[in-house]
């Protein structure tokens, strides 16, 4: 297809394997909202006499992605916010989330993704509930999500137990299909909680929907040293576990993975697991320090997640690449463990390969155009763009994040301008969800 829509900056980060910088460089985007060229100016082809041309004067790079969250608790942040992750989930989050309606759910998945929007993130891999209305939400507010409807057995959150959360999984798929709406922005998944919430038939019961539809799982995995005891002492491990009931497969998410051994790490590679790696809440709840370094040396596709805004207690991927960075490195007393190159393609490439996707997370020909422009005119970049590339990346990474965030395209869509929404307004949702805060705390 011809260009409909050039974007061109100083610098663009295209986000290939070797982090490359370009240069006076654009990203041409056709009438579908897919990238037909990404490269220095002087090589791009001959644009048509009715194509756009936007000058951006900063940096421009794929939406982020983010590979594991529970957006719509936007509405319980600060609920047991001292508490380790079981006591945090008994006695705060799931007795609150009995009190969720579906109204509530929408208010704090539209809010929760405008956050998202305004720190550049384009994609999320959402577990949850009423995920209709979360559909709904992202749609409104134009961005990207992999929606997985959390199944699990627990008094009051679901009726029927996981086989009729299954099926309801299944209908959808089977009556519109894995990824749908325009640019393909929801696609639809399975996310069966954990091994310690679900019996092994219930895993294998759900995995076996998943594959007969070609649908991505998405599960909690070794999250905390004292989740999944049980299931350690049966069969050695959750990895071993999930390896030995063969659920396990390139169509699997596995978040957090925080407590692995060197045949577990093995084990995920093998099958071309994705893994979420979420720093910020593994550390806020004490879970754990997740060996990143071992996980991509060995192959694993990690990405980075920020887990729910109730643990985290944010959804800022900027922040999650930077924790992820500084956690490696005190992991392994290597200050050159993790750089700002590797901590920006953990955040956009290395999430698409978590969840096993083509399409999004580098800017390339024949990707979905999901791009983020940031300013450099600010404290972050003292010298602006006249510096190594490598300075550029490290004042980006390191310095600049959320707060430079000036406009995002999904699916070549402007969907922030000037750090605003164009579709959604602000106050609104935010008055939205706090009558939803405010309602299910007193409730």
Known sequence: MATALRLHAPVVLPCDAECTVLRDAVVDVDNSGRIVHCGPRADAPALPADAVVRECTGI???GLVNAHAHTPMTLLRGLGAELPLLRWLREAIWPAETRLSPADIRAGMLLGSMEMLRAGVTTSAEMYFQTDVMAEAVLQVGTRVVLGSAVLDLPGLNDGGWRRMTDDISAWIDADGLRFG???RIELSYAPHSAYMLAPDALQGITAAARERGALVQTHVAEAADEDVAQRELHGSVPLMLEQLGVLGDRFLAAHCVHLSDVDIKVLARHGVGVAHCPGSNGKLASGIARLVDMVGAGVRVGLGTDGPASNDDLDLWEEARLAALFARLATSDASAVGAARALLLATRGGAEALHRDDIG?????????????????????????????EVIA?????????????????GDQVLSEGASTRVDLAEARAAARVAALRIRTA
């Open 60 to 62: 421009l790079l794929p």
């Open 182 to 184: 325009p640019g393909e």
């Open 362 to 390: 580098v800017l390339e020909a024949g990707r979905w155009a999901d791009v983020v422009h940031v300013d450099v005119d600010d404290p972050a970049f003292p010298a602006g763009l006249d510096v190594p590339d490598d």
């Open 395 to 411: 004042n980006l990474v390191w310095a600049a994040g959320a707060r430079c965030v000036r406009d995002v395209w999904v699916a």
